[in-house]
């Protein structure tokens, strides 16, 4: 909405200007404007076209089908992608973070990755396709549900040679938390040298939570060492909602109008207030998105509001799931579709 806003109103700037250039007594300053202001228009309009055409290639319907072969998709008559020759990898772990579980196939020369949002593969599952990305472009052709994604792996590892295994009973759920990226509007605009290891730095975990039945578990990722372990009933957690102040957001990042009008938007954030006795308490927070672009989760409305502090840590999709059901936040969250 607000790049079709911004390249409409670019093509009316231009066109005005070129009126006003055809009229008798205009300095040259105006058709100068006028050929700056179309460039201007056509460049909106051409990064309008690339985000909406994104939008839409992520938002139609791909239909697959399991068979006694393989895959079948609805938008490829006519192939069958062979379980045979399948491969399991993860899907944005070179992101820090990973959004889930991809399934490499095969038709011939012809390729198609099937994403499983939010699935995990318990310990020891072979992952020997490489990791797709977590960013944009994401390289995927089609993503399912967690639970849809298993039901495919169940007809896969019968018919190929895929290696599934089932997470052990009763095994704590392992969720990784990892420096919030945007912390770096926090540090100064001078301080490149800390930037750039800050940045270095985002895609190894600072912390991770073993969620169990019994207990609650912050281990050091890096050592294994364990800092906490309490019942569940002595944590508890409150919704919060992160939105940059514009005064915050404009020096944030140098006084760019555009980088001011982007961070308003995406610089907002759910988070969570987590508070284990002995520790000091966590502001865990997730940026995971829909189709790239959208916010994937949101608090109600009755949530409180903040600006004066971001969440120091980030989880993927699958973890900030299962930690705002472990810590009773549920009520409080929604939710935007699924991709395809």
């Not at 089908?65 to 393989?70: I, N, P």
């Not at 973070?97 to 072979?126: K, N, P, Q, Y």
């Not at 169940?154 to 969720?175: F, K, N």
């Not at 290891?197 to 050091?220: H, K, T, W």
Request: charged share 15%; aromatic share 10%; hydrophobic share 45%.
């Amino acid at each position: 909405m607000v790049v079709g806003v911004l390249a409409f109103t670019g093509v009316l700037i231009a066109l005005w200007l070129g009126v006003q250039s055809l009229t008798n007594g205009r300095a040259e300053w105006v058709q100068a404007a006028a050929g700056n202001g179309f460039r201007i228009g056509c460049f909106i309009v051409l990064i309008g076209g690339a985000v909406a055409w994104y939008w839409w290639s992520r938002q139609r319907k791909i239909v697959v089908s399991v068979t006694s072969d393989g895959l079948t998709v609805n938008t490829r008559p006519g192939e069958v992608y062979s379980f045979g020759d399948a491969k399991l990898g993860t899907w944005g772990m070179s992101g820090g973070m990973t959004m889930g579980t991809a399934l490499h196939l095969h038709c011939g020369s012809r390729r198609f990755i099937l994403g499983g949002r939010d699935h995990r593969v318990a310990r020891g599952t072979r992952l020997d396709a490489p990791d797709v990305g977590y960013g944009l472009p994401v390289d995927i052709d089609a993503s399912v549900s967690a639970p849809e994604f298993e039901e495919i792996l169940a007809a896969a590892s019968g018919r190929g040679a895929l290696d599934v295994r089932e997470p052990a009973a009763g095994e704590p759920t392992h969720c990784l938390l990892f420096a919030n990226p945007l912390l770096v509007q926090e540090i100064g605009w001078f301080s490149m040298g800390k930037k750039k290891q800050f940045l270095e730095s985002i895609g190894q975990p600072r912390l991770a939570i073993d969620v169990g039945a019994e207990a609650i578990r912050v281990i050091d990722p890096n050592t294994n060492e364990v800092i906490a372990s309490v019942p569940p009933a002595q944590v508890t957690a409150a919704p919060v909602m992160y939105r940059p102040s514009t005064w915050h957001s404009f020096w944030a990042s140098g006084g760019s109008f555009l980088s001011d009008l982007l961070g308003n938007y995406w610089g907002k954030m759910p988070y969570m207030v987590v508070t284990v006795p002995g520790l000091q308490p966590l502001t865990i927070g997730c940026r995971d998105s829909v189709s790239g672009i959208n916010h994937r989760f949101w608090w109600s409305d009755d949530v409180p509001m903040r600006a004066d502090e971001r969440a120091h840590y980030v989880v993927s999709g699958a973890d900030w799931l299962t930690v705002v059901e472990k810590f009773g936040l549920a009520p409080h969250l929604k939710q935007k579709g699924v991709a395809h």
